[in-house]
Structures are given as C-alpha cells and as structure tokens.
C-alpha cells in the first residue's frame, strides 16, 4: 500500500484480493463445523451476515477499511476456530 494514500489503487486492490477471498471462505468453512452449537438455521443466517459484510467490504475502496475488514475477519476466525461464538 503506498504511504500517505487514503483510497487504495487497484495494485492494492489486486494484493489483497486473495487474502480476502481466503479468509471469507475460511470463516464459512467454520460455520460448517460441527463444534459450532447452532442449528440450521442459525447456521444459514450467520453465513448469510457473512455473506453481506463481504459484499459491502468488496466495494470499499479505503486502504483504512480494507485493513479494518481483513482484521476484523482474522479475529472472528480466531473465534470461530476456538468454537465458540461471539
């Protein structure tokens, strides 16, 4: 990311693509978990909030935002990894 940028460039764009794309399926991977106590249902509207984060998340265009949002998912991974949600 280039120093003193506030909106990010489609190099920076393109950098994190992956990584975003990995977390966002790593954490509805762990919704599938067994560990999990939720029931379908459940299970179905936490991937549906998921869902929505990252869709508003992919129109971003702060570099502050997109670190916010790739934090913000490694910690709730973290969480969802320990089997326990918040």
Request: glycine residues 6%.
């Given at each position: 990311m280039a120093k003193g940028v506030v909106w990010a460039t489609a190099e920076d764009l393109a950098r994190n693509?992956?990584?975003v794309l990995s977390l966002y399926r790593q954490i509805?991977?762990?919704l599938n978990s067994p560990d999990l106590p939720l029931t379908?249902?459940?299970r179905l509207?936490?991937?549906a909030e998921?869902?929505?984060i990252f869709l508003f998340g992919s129109e971003e265009r702060s570099?502050?935002?997109i670190a916010d949002l790739i934090d913000a998912t490694e910690y709730s991974l973290s969480i969802l990894k320990k089997g326990c949600l918040p």
């Open positions: 693509r992956g990584k509805l991977r762990s379908p249902a459940a509207a936490k991937k998921v869902r929505t570099l502050h935002n």
